[in-house]
């Protein structure tokens, strides 16, 4: 099988069972499924963390995250009818409700402290809180040099006049605040298609237009480079 043509299939089996059952197969599984080695299956996983496909733990080859999905617990958690699921950040939590579909419920904390903030959603899309906003410290160019650092900091607020006193009170920086629905909507572009069997990983350039179309134009949202993946 073509190397790329693995990697989507790969990627493809990890969030269709994530999705139907809440975990990822076992090496040994994805081995008969591939009718492959276990070591061939940890030279694919190794190939997909290299495209940011997948984030592994760090001394063994097992999924951790696999956007927009968590493996292990978070402050995100979505709720649904049957099964539920943990996303890395808030921004996650409206991708894995996108790929669910119908309705779930998103459950976190307002600046990751001790107000919780339960968001009813509908097909991708939050029914209510207009006034809430998530805040984006890091600059998406630089997401990928601490992936779980940025993840663990796009949080919501319940206005944007809090995030300045959030961040001096924890010295942490500021970045953007972007509307929740806006958010939502940039879920569902993002992550829609992530469990298609043809998935690919965006293009740099690729991301910047989907970032472009979700009305997400100024510096802060600039790639900086047109090549490689995002």
């Known amino acids: 099988m073509d190397n790329e043509l693995a990697l989507s299939r790969l990627h493809y089996e990890l969030i269709s069972d994530l999705i139907q059952t809440g975990a990822c197969p076992t090496t040994t599984e994805l081995a008969?499924?591939?009718?492959a080695t276990p070591s061939d299956i940890d030279d694919l996983l190794l190939s997909l963390a290299d495209l940011h496909g997948v984030v592994l733990h760090p001394h063994r080859p097992a999924p951790w995250i696999l956007h927009p999905f968590s493996l292990t617990p978070t402050l995100n958690w979505i709720?649904?009818?049957s099964r539920s699921w943990w996303a890395p950040c808030?921004?996650?939590a409206f991708?894995?409700?996108t790929l669910a579909?119908?309705?779930?419920r998103i459950h976190s904390r307002y600046g990751a402290e001790c107000d919780a903030i339960i968001i009813p959603v509908r097909n991708g899309q939050p029914l209510g809180f207009e006034s809430v906003v998530v805040h984006f410290p890091i600059r998406p160019a630089r997401a990928w040099d601490n992936v779980h650092e940025h993840c663990s900091l796009v949080l919501p607020f319940r206005h944007a006049d809090e995030i300045g006193r959030w961040s001096s009170r924890h010295s942490l920086p500021r970045g953007e605040a972007v509307p929740l629905h806006q958010v939502a909507a940039l879920a569902n572009a993002w992550y829609g298609s992530h469990a298609d069997p043809n998935w690919h990983k965006w293009s740099v350039a690729e991301a910047q237009e989907?970032?472009?179309?979700?009305g997400l134009a100024s510096a802060f949202w600039n790639l900086e480079s047109k090549d490689g993946r995002f």
């Open 32 to 35: 008969l499924r591939f009718g």
């Open 210 to 214: 989907i970032f472009r179309q979700a």
């Open 90 to 92: 808030i921004w996650c």
């Open 79 to 81: 709720e649904g009818r």
């Open 101 to 104: 579909g119908g309705e779930v």
């Open 95 to 97: 991708g894995v409700a």
